[in-house]
Structure formats: C-alpha cells, structure tokens
C-alpha cells in the first residue's frame, strides 16, 4: 500500500521555484519525509529529508506540515538540469527499506 | 570520492548466458543495496548487505539471481542462466549508517539487455 501520493507530472519554468507536493497523511510518528529525484538515464539522488522541522540544503528546502500529514519540495531556482522524477518516500528511522513509488515527473521548460 | 562505482555500464547477453555485475561501494559505508528497475515496476529493492553480510534478499527475485560481498570494497550480482525478462537497469547503493537517517546514494547503474 503507497505510503505517499504525489501529482505524476508538473512542469515549471526555468528560474522560477518549483513546488513539489506529497501527501503522507498515514505517516508515523518515527518515520522521516525523504525526497529522491532521479535524472533521465542517472541513479537515483539524494535531496533531502526530515522529521516534523523545515529543512534546507544547498539543493532544495523541505518544508512540512505541522500535522506532518503532507509535505512540499521546493527548488527554489529550478533550472533545466532539474528536470526529473522526483520520489517522495516515508520511512522510519531505524528502517534501510527505501520504498519507490511512481514520483512526479518534473519538466523545466526555458 | 568517486562515489559508487558499477561496471558494466550496458551489458548485452543471449539467454541462458550468465551475467555478473560489480560494484564498488563508497569508501567507508557499511551497508550496500541492489535494485533492479524497469517500466513495469520501478525501482525494486533486490538485496541488502550489512557489514558485508546479506540481511534481507526478499526482493531476489528467484534461484537464478545470486548476490555476494566478499568484502567491504566489492560486491556483484550474478544471474545464472539469464532470461529476457531479466532485461532491467540493475543499481547498487550504498549507505553510511545502518539505520537512522541513513541517506542512500546510488550508482550509475548497468543497464542489461537480455536477448
């Protein structure tokens, strides 16, 4: 059973900020909000995670919920090497288990 | 650091063949992941190591699939005899920590053509 939903495709514009959302409204209370994009032809990378606080990083800011039943993405300068599919996946602390779902299908247009 | 290094990059095999893929994990990580992707099932977890030991191999997904970790520096993945249905893009990860917040990174994976 998908622990998250995500919309499968958006597309944004070159220089603007992206908003990525996700649903996650059966998360527990030890399981973390991570995101994954994967490049066209690359493996899959590592963006971010977080427990119930807003994160950033030099890639992205994770912000969620204070209910944390769903969260946003944000590239906050999207360029063309962001297009992507993006992965939105809950999981426990204590868990190895990365659980891929369909992702959202992120296209930067200029 | 190179990162997680996977070899082959493409590999093309007739059925019944056997096929081997490697992969280096990231100096110092002690946990290593395969998965298989294709269009019909994403991403799928095949095995876990820890320590160099196989923890879960759930995902394998039959006999003919085999995984070993020798050591921390080396892992393959073994498909014997080979089947076009195992035609995928087969990835290998590695963590730091086994367990909190443990961030995976992946390879750049090899992609196997089964004919």
């Known amino acids: 059973d998908a622990k998250t939903t995500q919309p499968p495709s958006m597309d944004c514009a070159e220089g603007r900020a992206a908003n990525l959302p996700c649903n996650h409204s059966?998360?527990?209370?030890?399981?973390?909000v991570y995101w994954y994009r994967q490049i066209h032809s690359q493996g899959p990378q590592y963006i971010i995670h977080g427990l119930k606080n807003n994160e950033t990083n030099e890639m992205a800011s994770l912000i969620i919920t204070e209910d944390r039943k769903s969260s946003t993405l944000i590239l906050p300068h999207a360029t063309l090497r962001d297009t992507a599919v993006y992965y939105c996946?809950?999981?426990?602390?204590?868990?190895?288990?990365?659980?891929f779902g369909a992702g959202t299908t992120v296209t930067v247009r200029a | 650091d190179a990162g997680v290094i996977q070899s082959p990059r493409h590999e093309v095999t007739e059925m019944g063949q056997e096929v081997t893929l490697r992969c280096k994990p990231i100096s110092g990580h002690n946990s290593l992941f395969w998965y298989r992707q294709t269009m019909m099932r994403g991403l799928e977890l095949l095995i876990y190591?820890?320590?160099?030991?196989?923890?879960?191999d759930s995902g394998m997904p039959e006999d003919r699939f085999s995984a070993k970790m020798p050591n921390a520096s080396f892992s393959t993945l073994k498909i014997q005899p080979s089947e076009p249905r195992d035609s995928a893009v087969y990835f290998c990860a590695s963590s730091l920590r086994d367990g909190l917040e443990n961030e995976q990174y992946f390879g750049p994976g090899t992609r196997l053509t089964v004919t």
């Open positions: 190591f820890n320590n160099n030991v196989p923890i879960d």
């Open positions: 996946i809950v999981r426990a602390g204590d868990d190895y288990k990365l659980s």
């Open positions: 059966t998360i527990s209370g030890n399981e973390y």
